[in-house]
RNA sequence: AAAGUAAAUCGCCUUAUCGAUUCUAAUUUUAGAGUAGGAAAGUCCGAACACCAUAGUGCAAUCAUAGUGGUUAACAGCCACCAGUCGCAAGGCUAGGAAAAGUGCAACAGAAAGUAUGUACAGGUAAUGCUGUAGUGAAAUCAGGUAAACUCUAUGUGGUGCAAUGCCAUGUAAACUAACGUUUGAGCGUGCACGCGCGAUUGUUAGAGGGUAGGCAGCUAAAGUUUGCUGGUAACAGUAAACGCAGAUAAAUGAUAAGGGUAUUUUGUUCUUGUUAUGAAGAGAUUCUAAAACAAGUUCAGAAUAAACAGAAUUCGGCUUAUAGAUUUGCUUAAAUA
RNA sequence: GACAAGGUGGCUGAAUGGUUAAGGCGACGGAUUGCAAAUCCGUUAUCUAUGAGUUCGAAUCUCAUCCUUGUCU
């Protein structure tokens, strides 16, 4: 697995989205919450991420777009520490929980930690 | 100088590494090219385009506009001029038609706010609110004010919006139940009238229910952008050349690092100017100098900090609002300061 | 994205362009009570989203801005 992150490991489908959020378990280091479910997909990817800001916390649409393209960042960066071993497929959301704004290190810092307790808690559960 | 005023431009840049997305090649993972704004925002006007079976008319209502002329595909925009108003001025602002067509409204105060009528003082008369002043009020005897009150005049105006609309996929579903309607006309474009015909094999309304929430087209070359020339006071028009300029859909246009430029603060430093004697002259008033100190400006170097408003979503033309900082040009200056 | 509706004290909510704006629920103080509740009396608060305009006068009319809510397939 490789630092890309394209059209197909995008979490599009709104059916897909629904269901996660109704059946998915989450994770919440703050500021970052991950939501996460086990599936299948047609398609051949193992992972399908999107991401998400509130309106209500952060007003405009620069703000939000800003903490968005620094969340796939981080995300883009870090999959293939955690994720190169592992076969299940899985469909995230990470949700973005502070009202403040933020820099790529702090982020990529948090996105670190939410990943190995998602990694402790997912084997934990096989053995 | 400073202050003001009008207009225009820019809105950090470069490189490397790792990515996102569209297109084009080859072809199955490579290469090349493109990739956010002046407001992309608000959704306030005007259009294009699409649908409302086809294609129309009149009236009314509604809504909009409102000096004159020009400009434009169109506009409530823009330009020029006139008028009013603010400013010393440059210049800014103006929903700037009609109150002698009619209806209405005017609290409190005041005698009286149109059905008019009368207090005090003065003047005047045969006599009288007949005349003036005072008093109330935004407005007072003359009529006026108010149309961002109704209204009148002139001009214009069908509705819905790309979540429009068409196709594909999915679903027993153009299915089921009830009411209304059957050529004597329900409905078909929201009020009335006319006109036109369509019309039971797919009418209208309501109920209950099934499916989808996906894909493709619409979708980006356009009333296009830049520069020059010609016409016009100008908005703008004509013409020639060059350019080919985003297309995402839980939302692409990014992340990191290094270097550079700009601004502010601060440290050291170069130079200039000013102030101060504790120095010097003198009997003294006072005068001269300025090593050192302080203040202001300035040269160079270093460090730290900061960099606005804001993100396309069918597309154009405007308007409105937000915007750190930088640059350029035209014009004005009454009073006050140097 | 496209299109609509609204904003009045802490909450709810009325108003013809005319006295810094009705009422209710609250809150506070007093009366009542042995103490409370209920009841009665009084008080409170920068209340018309913000900024302009029209008017003698604006919560009300007009324009702009801000915020909130709703509709669509």
New binding site residues.
Partial sequence: M???????D??????L??KL?NEGKAITVYPLRLVYLKTDFDDGSTLKT???VSKKLH?????R??I???L??AY??NKPLYFNNSSTSYAF?ILYLSKDGT???ALNDSMKRVFKKFVDKTSDSLN
Avoid: C, P, Q, W
């Fill in positions: 490789s630092f890309k992150y394209n059209k197909k995008k979490l599009k489908s709104k059916k989205i629904d959020f999107g991401v998400s007003k405009t649409a620069v703000a777009n800003r968005k393209r620094l796939r960042e883009r960066l959301m820099t790529f290190d």
